[in-house]
């Protein structure tokens, strides 16, 4: 976990391509909102054998927050989760009823396969919300998880050429899932 990731794995990781060859890694940047605290927030990757992000949130982050208090909780996802970490949000929404979480997601993973839409659509269905990030969301990231270059003045984001046709894309799928 830390708070800004360096920005080459965003711009590579989160980049919302159709075809996402060599992105096998996500990338989970989190906000926890606790009413009466200060929002806590960071980053959190694929551990390589042990864990992916998802998984790697309910057991460091959720645990220390305050049981029994409501928590809106949003994730800015490079691709959306597998069925086995959808199926762990579904758990964890159903024990945890002050648990709000909306999932602002880069890309769809495996969409076409029918068990990975049946996940989308139970996450849905255990009150997730599930979005498609749209080119304002990845320069919300973009200015406060990512880590700047030491010395230099924040640079501004820089959206790729095709990131509006591909947000339309995959909100269409998405939709056309849920």
């Known amino acids: 976990t830390s708070e800004r990731l360096p920005a080459i794995f965003f711009k590579f990781q989160f980049r919302n391509v159709e075809y996402s060859s060599g992105r096998n ?11 009466g605290k200060e929002p806590s927030r960071g980053y959190l990757e694929d551990e390589h054998a042990a864990a992916h ?31 086995a970490c959808a199926q762990k949000i579904c758990e964890a929404l ?25 996940a989308l659509r139970s996450m849905k269905e255990a009150g997730c919300k599930l979005r498609i990030m749209k080119p ?31 947000f339309l894309y995959y909100e269409e799928k998405l939709a056309e899932i849920l």
């Open 25 to 35: 890694k996500t990338f989970l940047c989190y906000v926890v909102e606790t009413q």
């Open 53 to 83: 992000a998802e998984m790697a949130f309910f057991n460091t982050i959720l645990p220390t927050c305050q049981p029994g208090a409501r928590h809106d909780v949003t994730w800015y996802v490079s691709s959306s989760p597998c069925v």
């Open 94 to 118: 159903r024990k945890n009823k002050g648990l709000r979480l909306t999932i602002m997601v880069g890309r769809l993973f495996m969409w076409e396969e029918p068990d990975m839409q049946a």
């Open 136 to 166: 304002q969301d990845f320069e919300y990231v973009w200015k406060n998880f990512v880590e700047q270059e030491e010395g230099e003045e924040a640079k501004s984001f820089v959206p790729w050429e095709d990131i509006q046709e591909n």
